[in-house]
């Protein structure tokens, strides 16, 4: 199947289809955080034990989204998709079910299986149907919910912990993911590669190194102590360089280094890691700070960080104008500090102050952080030759999960180190977020320089539209 014989409405569906997948993503990546200690409580486990339905979700995407890509090839898009659905929804099923913490993991692991594929072949089915000149448009309509189900997502966990149970926040992915089949077997296109095979070693080289990146990152978020734990960031690293050495005797790995020569791809995928530093911890931080510094609700904190959707949503309708005005390189150097600044921004308004002196601040970062994702996203498969698009594209997902890891976790450093400064904080936990949230504003800013290595053309056969 090719690009030419898509009609025009799969053309108006795929984004759409693409867009549940990554909603159900996102909420449920969010909404279980809200629900830990009230799921903790019914299957009687400590909350700190339930760290464990966390990690074992995000280590089993970051192990298997390498290999989604070549599942799509050998298999087809379609049935890899609808495969990945149904996955997840069972996954989901089981949560909802599950009697005690055993089976919570391993359900999750189930879900974990499901939505390591649900992204990286929804977007490369996406890749693969729309022509340079329209893939702007259509990935900017299938991103809103990467924006808006972290803001949904402690919202809805609050409300259905509340007033109904924890089991619905596993159960609402149910009606999800069936619309979501239902859209892909009419209207989602199959396409198949010629593959020789599959690197196994070098997918075993590659996962050990992000499942001990992911482990060392999730601990890393939980402690000060972080000597054994910078040691298995040390060797998470030095089987990436293994994978280097590897990748360059094969003739087919996994992720070619063919895929580095490309400026694009390479910036857009550094550019991705390091901006996300700051913008993945803000949705962890700003109701830590609601919660913790003012002492508000989680509901409470959910609605005020709503805003936030909304203008993302805003910034959906003008991105594709901007960067027809701009370009991909003024806009993301531009971007980048804008986003930073106002991160930093919320180290302005004191305890005295009006907890809802932060909502504007929280409407304006939505709309730019929906120019940014979009922007990143669509420069880095830009240049891709079509015999790398699977490959790049499952690495983009890959750097995506770790880079989110790397954000989350610096951001409880950076706060832990504050908190326990009790003479810089004056004894006042809010001033420990004032500080953490001057820090990571500031690396974001910093992190507009990688945009830099951009030329001032680059990202033109992705503006112009038909």
């Given amino acids: 199947m090719n690009s030419e014989s898509i009609n025009h409405q799969t053309k108006r569906v795929l984004p759409a289809i693409l867009a549940t997948a990554i909603f159900m993503l ?21 909350p700190l034990n339930m760290e464990n339905a966390i990690i074992s979700y ?8 390498p290999i989604s890509g070549f599942l799509a090839d050998r298999f087809g898009t379609k049935k890899v998709f609808i495969a990945s659905l149904i996955l997840f929804a069972l996954g989901s099923l089981f949560c909802s ?12 692991v189930v879900q974990g299986v499901g939505g390591s594929m649900m992204t990286p072949v929804g977007r490369l089915t996406l890749i693969k149907t729309f022509p340079k000149n329209e893939l702007v448009r259509a990935m900017n309509y299938a991103i ?3 924006l808006i189900g972290p803001i949904l997502g402690p919202l809805v966990g609050g409300y259905m912990v509340d007033y109904v149970s924890w089991h619905w926040i596993f159960l609402i992915n149910l009606p999800i993911a069936l619309g979501g089949i239902l859209l892909s077997i009419f209207f989602l296109p199959d396409y198949q590669s010629e593959s020789s095979g599959f690197d196994i070693k070098g997918f ?14 999730e601990l890393l978020g939980n402690t000060i102590q972080t000597t054994p734990l910078l040691l298995g960031l040390f060797l998470g690293f030095l089987l990436l360089y293994f994978y280097y050495r590897h990748a360059r005797k094969q003739d087919e790995p996994i992720f070619p280094l063919e895929l580095f020569q490309v400026r694009t791809f390479r910036v857009g995928i550094v550019g991705n890691l390091v901006t996300r530093l700051g913008i993945s911890s803000v949705p962890l931080l700003l109701p830590l700070m609601i919660q913790i510094g003012y002492g508000k609700s989680a509901v409470t904190s959910g609605w005020i960080v709503a805003p936030m959707a909304l203008t993302a949503m805003v910034g959906k309708t003008v991105v594709i104008k901007i960067l027809k005005r701009l370009g991909y390189r003024t806009t993301l150097i531009f971007n980048t500090l804008v986003i930073g600044f106002l991160i930093s921004s919320f180290a302005i308004p004191g305890i005295e102050n009006s907890i809802y002196w932060h909502v504007p601040i929280i409407a304006i970062l939505g709309f730019f952080n929906s120019i940014q994702f979009t922007s990143m996203n669509t420069i880095a498969i830009a240049n891709l030759r079509p015999y790398h698009t699977s490959s790049g594209n499952s690495l983009l997902s890959v750097n995506q999960q770790l880079a989110i890891g790397f954000g989350v976790a610096f951001g409880l450093i950076v706060l832990k180190l504050f908190e326990g400064d009790i003479r810089l904080i004056q004894n006042e936990i809010h001033n420990a977020f004032r500080y953490t949230f001057l820090v990571i504003g500031g690396l974001t800013m ?10 001032f053309r680059d990202g ?4 112009s539209q038909r």
């Fill in 26 to 46: 996102m909420l449920d990546s969010t909404i279980l955080n809200t629900s830990l200690p009230a799921i903790a409580e019914d299957l009687n486990e400590s």
């Fill in 58 to 65: 995000v280590l089993t995407v970051a192990l298997l989204m």
């Fill in 97 to 108: 079910i599950s009697q005690n913490l055993t089976q919570l993991v391993i359900s999750r």
């Fill in 144 to 146: 809103v919910p990467a």
């Fill in 204 to 217: 075993l080289i590659f996962g050990a190194a992000t499942f001990i990146l992911s482990i060392s990152l």
């Fill in 446 to 455: 910093l992190s507009s320089l990688v945009f830099r290595k951009l030329h």
């Fill in 460 to 463: 033109d056969n992705l503006q």
